[in-house]
């Protein structure tokens, strides 16, 4: 289906206006991502007053477990928990015996960029406040997001703004997983993220050049900074360079960060980073379940 869907997706983008080729784009996104529903079984709670201020928990086993929790994607306009967190992750984590959530933001453009970040911020507080309730280590937390939720926990792990006015410390997280995200460097990226995301860039991030640059967790990666960064991404030209310049910089200011290549190009391999992640089957899987076992022990 996929491979008769490009096939179709190529021809039409190649006649069609710029807004008929974002119509498809957005089309071909939405039929990608099917299958990418999480697992059922989660407790659900709010962690803000706004309906999407809510997240979804899973119980880990053992004493204080420590707690994974996903940030999901959607171009900071579209997506939720329940249909962009992966089919495989919540049992593959929990199996190892890690505690889960998966949250909520506020979207554009009923929220900012801004808002979204603190959104992310606040669920950790408040997940963290109700640690002792719900069984986990709250000392053993780690951030994981894809695509626009890459960035995002990139950016609340390089900008302590986020964290202080949700009353965290930067060590309330012990690590970041970013997973293939190409906004790291909001300006370099709309300059040179081609005209597929255009329309997507300006919305979540504007015109102006400094907005841009808090924006963008490679310009933030002075410390402090969350302790550890595991930065993951397939083959595609900008969330390559977006990722290694992220990785560099965090190095550059002392924060220890990885940065991998998986398989897997252009669209489908974004998609499937997520779809797959948790699957041990996946390379990706691997290489994140090492280096959570040697953060977290």
Known sequence: MRGRLSLFL?????????????????????????????????????????????LDYWPGKGMKPPLLVFVHGGGWKRGDKDNATGTTKVDHYTGL?????????????????????????????HLRGKAGALGFDPDR?????????????????????????????PDAVK?????????????????????????????????????????SPTLQAAKPNAPAFLILHVDRTDGTAQSNALAAALKQAGTPAEVHALEGRGLRGHMQINRSMGDPAYPGTAIVDAWLKQLLG
């Open 10 to 54: 190529i021809p039409a983008l190649l006649t069609a206006s710029a807004a008929d080729a974002q119509t498809l784009r957005e089309r071909w996104r939405a039929r990608l991502a099917e299958g990418q529903q999480s697992a059922p079984g989660g407790q659900a709670m709010a962690y803000g007053k706004d309906a999407l201020q809510s």
């Open 97 to 125: 015996g890690y505690a889960f959530a998966s949250i909520n933001y506020r979207l554009v453009p009923d929220a900012t960029v801004e808002q979204q970040a603190q959104d992310v911020a606040d669920a950790i507080a």
């Open 141 to 169: 937390i780690v951030l994981m997001g894809h695509s626009a939720g890459a960035h995002l926990v990139a950016l609340v792990g390089t900008d302590m703004r986020y964290f202080a006015k949700a009353g965290l410390q």
């Open 175 to 215: 690590g970041v997983i970013p997973l293939d995200g190409a906004a790291y460097d909001v300006a370099r990226q709309m300059q040179e993220g081609g005209r597929a995301m255009a329309g997507t860039y300006q919305q979540a991030f504007g015109t102006d050049p400094a907005r841009q640059k808090s924006l």
